[in-house]
Structures are given as C-alpha cells and as structure tokens.
C-alpha cells in the first residue's frame, strides 16, 4: 500500500528494522519540537517548537507493534487563582499498539478486508513500515496536564475587593462594614449636615436681629 506518512517527520517512526519476528525489541531516544496546541489551549500547553525528550520501547508482536513510551516535556499556563504565569514539568507514559493492516486482532492475516470499517476506527496502523506517534503522544501529554494549574498549592489567589495577589501581601484584609450599619452611619451624617444647615440659618437670623436692635 501507498503510504502518506513522510518519513522526515520526527514523530514518524520505521519499524523495517523489527520485521515481522515476534519478539524484537529496538529501544530509541529522540528530541523533537512540540507541535502545535500541545496540550490544553488556553489553559497550560507546551510551547510550539519547545524540546520534547522522547524514550521509546519498540517491540514486535503477532498483529503489529507495541510502543511503550515516555515523553518529558515543560508547559506554560497561567495560575487558575492569581493569574500568574506558571512552568509545569511533564513526564507523560504511554502505550500503544500499532497494527499491521493485513492482520486482525488476534495477529492473524487477513484473507480479505473487512467489511465492517466501524472494527478498525480506533485502531492506529503501521503503513509500509511506518508509524505515526503524534496523535498518541498528544493524549498522553493531555492526560498529564493539570485540568486547574496553581503556581502552589497553597496560593491564596487575589484579593476580591482589590485585586491584590494576597501571597504577595500576608495580612492583607479590608474592614467588613455591615451595610445596615453603613446606611446609619449615612443617615446620621444626612441628619447632621441638616442641623449643621439650621444652626447656621438661626446665628444668621440672630445676627440680623442685634443689628435691627442697635
């Protein structure tokens, strides 16, 4: 069969050099660029082009080629509590099975191709030798990633009245008011101003009366 995937690509892999003997083994190391969106868009991802360390376990089976892996990797996000940016270490396992596409499940060769494609959906395959890691890498690297990143565990977040990183500033507190007391304490200067306001119009009038008397 023709195949679409370009052996150039770091994340292609060739298994010529297994062969079809159940039972070998090539163990690889490969540094790659991460590629694009590489974990949790808008959340924490690995930086596009970013250093991947990639260790891999190839081992050849009856119905294709087990892969056993490991990734490690450093993401970028942004703290869910105090927004601060944040660098997360990745150390991803992963497992999969590449099937030759002339073999079943049970790594028996096909006399023909199955009829029903629904069997093989999830199923990924080597193609004239080769493989593809990326899309079993990406899960992996998902999976690893905190769903709600912290820059600590114990960060406090920001203050909901200022806005302030309260690990920043230990203490840090607001004096509550208790809003039946605030509208008081603004009725009574309401009423103060007001006898302030008559205070004032009665020493006006008795001044113009002690002049009316001289």
């Known amino acids: 069969m023709n195949t679409h995937l370009d052996h ?6 060739d298994t010529h050099e297994l062969g079809r003997r159940p039972g070998a083994m090539q163990r690889l190391s490969r540094t790659i660029e991460a590629p694009k969106d590489f974990g949790i868009q808008g959340v924490i991802e690995v930086p596009q082009g970013a250093p991947v360390e990639l260790d891999l376990r190839l081992e050849s089976v009856m ?7 490991t990734a490690r990797a450093s993401a970028k996000g942004e703290c869910v ?17 590449f099937s030759y596409p002339d073999a079943d499940d049970r790594g028996r060769v096909k006399a023909e191709p199955a009829d029903d494609a629904e069997e093989d959906e999830d199923r990924l395959f080597i193609e004239d030798g080769l493989f593809d890691l990326e899309p079993v890498l990406r899960d992996a690297v998902v999976l690893a990633l905190p769903m709600q990143p912290v820059c600590q565990e114990d960060c406090e977040g920001l203050c909901s009245e ?24 603004g009725l009574a200067g309401t009423i103060q101003d007001g006898e302030k306001d008559e205070m004032s119009g009665a020493e006006a009038e008795a001044g113009v009366d002690e002049k009316q008397e001289k």
């Open 8 to 13: 150039r690509n770091p994340l292609v892999f």
């Open 81 to 97: 509590r105090c927004l601060e940016p944040l660098d997360h270490e990745v150390d991803a396992d992963f497992q999969e099975m």
């Open 162 to 185: 200022c806005g302030v990183r309260l690990s920043d500033e230990p203490g840090h507190h607001h004096d509550a008011v208790d809003i039946r007391w605030a509208a008081l304490q």
């Open 63 to 69: 119905e294709g080629v087990l892969v056993t892996g």
